[in-house]
């Protein structure tokens, strides 16, 4: 966070916290992400998105990782200045990115479970506004030459004490403001997409086949983990969010509000990796059972279905007083004639 002043030189505690859970978000992300690659998911949409959301997540990990090289800005600000002003460009642009897959999950999510649409169609528009849009938001602190050193290790909206009212509006204006009500519009909406999916779940099983309930139920429980993706990443912005109201109103940084905003953004990576590994465990999960229910069904099909050919075989046999032969077809189904 932008409210943490470096003293340089050295590593305190709470950074090689900050820096090793975003070490662990990276791990996750790659994971994840490895994951999907190798279970070949990814010829679906929604795992699509999820993968690009994983990825620019696991982009910004790194770049909160990989910012602990600046602990030796203070020493030498000429071999690291311009360093760190791509860094701080980096840390702006993830963040947007990650943001906008964000809100194109939860916009396609939403439009298939509450509105029952298909709009696989435009996936080459979340791409591109993904990946383009942030380049723009991104280089706005490069015209206002706001980026500098803001802690030991990261590089961001710089606080200068001539500046720092203005470098906390500029920051709150590019990211924290928006990001909340981006995020709180598409957290409604995933409680919205989920609470009607529930509903049309017992609906169905209540009212209509088993097969179709099940079915329902089935993409709830896939679903639900995604649907954490917007919530989760709303809840861990909103220190963040205090953080900087808290330094317009009174100007000054607080170390205890700066400390718990920072764990909080080294865990976007976490949560992301986590939400996709448990939606993809829950849906490996869901497939193993309907295959073995899909094998039970059919075992009683078979065993349904032989017991009557040969109990009207016999009751043929008795009164021809003849007997007879009987016999199922290769695929062990009986014939549909």
Not at 14 to 29: H, K, N
Not at 65 to 80: A, C, D, H, K, M
Not at 289 to 311: E, H, M, P, W
Request: charged fraction near 10%.
């Amino acid at each position: 966070s932008f409210a943490m002043n470096s003293s340089g030189g050295y590593i305190s505690t709470a950074e090689i916290v900050f820096t090793s859970l975003s070490g662990i978000s990276c791990i996750l992300c790659l994971l994840a992400a490895i994951l999907v690659l190798a279970l070949k998911l990814y010829h679906k949409i929604v795992y699509r998105l999820a993968l690009y959301q994983v990825f620019s997540s696991l982009a910004f990990a790194m770049v909160e990782t990989l910012g602990i090289i600046f602990v030796n800005y203070r020493q030498n600000p000429e071999v690291y200045g311009g360093l760190c002003l791509a860094f701080g460009w980096l840390n702006l642009y993830f963040r947007w990115v990650k943001l906008f897959f964000t809100l194109w999950v939860t916009f396609h999510l939403f439009c298939f479970g509450a509105l029952q649409k298909n709009l696989t169609k435009l996936e080459p528009m979340y791409i591109v506004t993904s990946i383009l849009l942030p380049v723009l938001i991104a280089c706005v602190p490069l015209i206002t030459h706001s980026y500098g050193l803001v802690s030991v290790g990261a590089c961001y909206i710089h606080l200068d004490n001539d500046t720092q009212y203005i470098a906390v509006i500029e920051g709150f204006a590019l990211w924290d403001g928006p990001a909340m009500v981006l995020l709180s519009i598409a957290a409604v909406a995933m409680i919205i997409m989920m609470i009607k999916l529930t509903h049309r779940v017992c609906w169905r099983l209540r009212y209509e086949t088993l097969t179709t309930g099940d079915q329902y139920w089935k993409a709830l429980k896939q679903l639900l983990p995604l649907a954490a993706f917007p919530i989760l990443f709303f809840l861990l912005i909103i220190p963040e969010l205090i953080l900087h109201i808290y330094q317009i109103r009174t100007s000054t940084p607080d170390q205890g509000l700066a400390a718990v905003a920072s764990a909080c953004i080294s865990l976007w990576g976490v949560s992301s990796g986590v939400t996709l590994l448990l939606h993809i465990s829950l849906a490996l999960l869901c497939d193993r059972q309907c295959r073995r229910k899909r094998v039970g069904d059919i075992a009683q099909y078979r065993s349904n279905n032989l017991v009557t050919f040969i109990g009207g075989g016999i009751s043929t046999s008795l009164k021809r007083n003849s007997a007879t032969w009987f016999s199922l077809p290769s695929d062990g189904f009986p014939d549909s004639n």
